[in-house]
Every structure is written in C-alpha cells, then in structure tokens.
C-alpha cells in the first residue's frame, strides 16, 4: 500500500510496531556488524566492576528498531530526516528472571503525525515516535520527517 500525502491528517496514529524480544545474540550480531564491541553490551565481570547489574542492548540497536518500524510503514527512499534522543537502558530478553526481563526485552515503537507541510516542492507530513518496552520503559522519543506522493 502506498501512502499518499492527502490521505493522511495530523493526530493519525502509525502503526505500532514490535520487536521480538532481544538477546544477547542479537547484542553479538550487532557488535559484529557495528564494530561497538563496548563491555557493556557483553561482559559480566566489567558490569559488575562498576556496579552494574546487567549488560544492556546498544542504544543505537534500539535506534535501529525504531527505523524499522518507520521504514515498515513509510518507503525508506522517502524519508528525509530521522532523530531520536534516547531515555533508557534496555537488558536483553536471556538474563535472569526470563519472564520479566522478556517483557522489558520486547520494544514497541509507537508514533503519531503532528505537522503536514511542504517543503523543497515536495509534501512531508512530521510524525512523533516514542519506543517503549512492555512494562512502558520508556527507551527513546524522537520524530521523523517523510516526502509522501
């Protein structure tokens, strides 16, 4: 489905997306593909040495995820502006007390359209996201902007 510029208002919601709940795997694969091989996402004994309890995801993997869930609704050649600031740790999904830790693990991006404008002769349409685990863990806000036909 293409979306179309007039067939969207202010105040529409996107749709929500969510993620399957990160691992530490996932936490691997990421540092393999992003260079980021910071203890923090990986070590135990370094988390403990400075009084941490867990390792915890990159933030920029939860960036990634959020691109994702807008690129799941808008045409990524479409986007023109993309920007998060981030609000929270997030633990992977296979550390101690699976159940809870799972839920926190999971992240849903949720958003709304605040502005259409044009722009350069294009029509864009502004949207607010916000990413959030399943216990409403806030872990980034931000907003995108996108060229609609």
């Not at 179309?4 to 919601?13: Q, V």
């Not at 203890?39 to 960036?63: C, N, Q």
């Not at 502006?81 to 849903?108: Q, Y």
Request: net charge positive; hydrophobic share 40%.
């Amino acid at each position: 489905m293409v979306l179309n510029y007039n067939d969207i208002k202010e105040g529409d919601a996107i749709p929500a997306y969510t993620s399957q709940p990160i691992t530490r795997t996932h936490l691997v694969r990421y540092a393999g593909a992003s260079g980021d091989f910071n203890p923090l996402h990986h070590d135990d004994t370094f988390i403990k040495k400075i009084g941490m309890e867990r390792i915890i995801a990159h933030g920029m993997l939860i960036m990634g995820i959020a691109g994702e869930a807008v690129t799941a609704w808008i045409d990524k050649k479409n986007l023109r502006k993309f920007n998060v600031r981030f609000l929270g740790m997030t633990e992977p999904a296979d550390l101690h007390d699976m159940e809870n830790t799972k839920k926190r693990a999971t992240i849903t991006v949720t958003g709304k359209v605040v502005k259409k404008f044009e722009e350069n002769g294009e029509k864009r349409i502004q949207c607010d996201i916000i990413a959030q685990d399943a216990n409403s863990g806030r872990k980034l806000t931000g907003y995108f902007i996108a060229a609609l036909p």
